[in-house]
Nanobody, 121 residues
Framework: VQLQASGGGLVQAGDSLRLSCAAS??????IGWFRQAPGKEREFVAAITWSGSAGYADSVKGRFTISRDNAKNTVYLQMNSLKPEDTAVYSCAVRQYSGTYSITEKWYSYWGQGTLVTVSS
């Protein structure tokens, strides 16, 4: 299984970004997005199952939307109304052969390399 995350960049507060996570070699999988800010532990952001059920961290609910295109094996994270506290390296991860997602990173077996999102005030 390989994951390729992309779409990060430098934006101003209030702007939007869309992250993509392209997966190859995975089957019937959930995808989770996690982020790690400088000096902090990695935290759950959002996740989506193969069938499209999604969950979000309270800190991003209402601003971020996760979606997937199974034909393209790609999951998207649309991030709106970005805040400086959203600055982090965002990584996607696969939970294979599961009909559910998890907010706990230990349940994800494969990780992408991460993409940096920087939000200036």
């Amino acid at each position: 299984v390989q994951l390729q995350a992309s779409g990060g960049g430098l934006v101003q507060a209030g702007d939007s970004l869309r992250l993509s996570c392209a997966a190859s070699g995975a089957f019937n999988y959930a995808i989770g997005w996690f982020r790690q800010a400088p000096g902090k532990e990695r935290e759950f952001v959002a996740a989506i199952t193969w069938s499209g059920s999604a969950g979000y961290a309270d800190s991003v609910k209402g601003r971020f939307t996760i979606s997937r295109d199974n034909a393209k094996n790609t999951v998207y994270l649309q991030m709106n109304s970005l805040k400086p506290e959203d600055t982090a390296v965002y990584s996607c991860a696969v939970r294979q052969y599961s009909g559910t997602y998890s907010i706990t990173e230990k349940w994800y077996s494969y990780w992408g390399q991460g993409t940096l999102v920087t939000v200036s005030s």
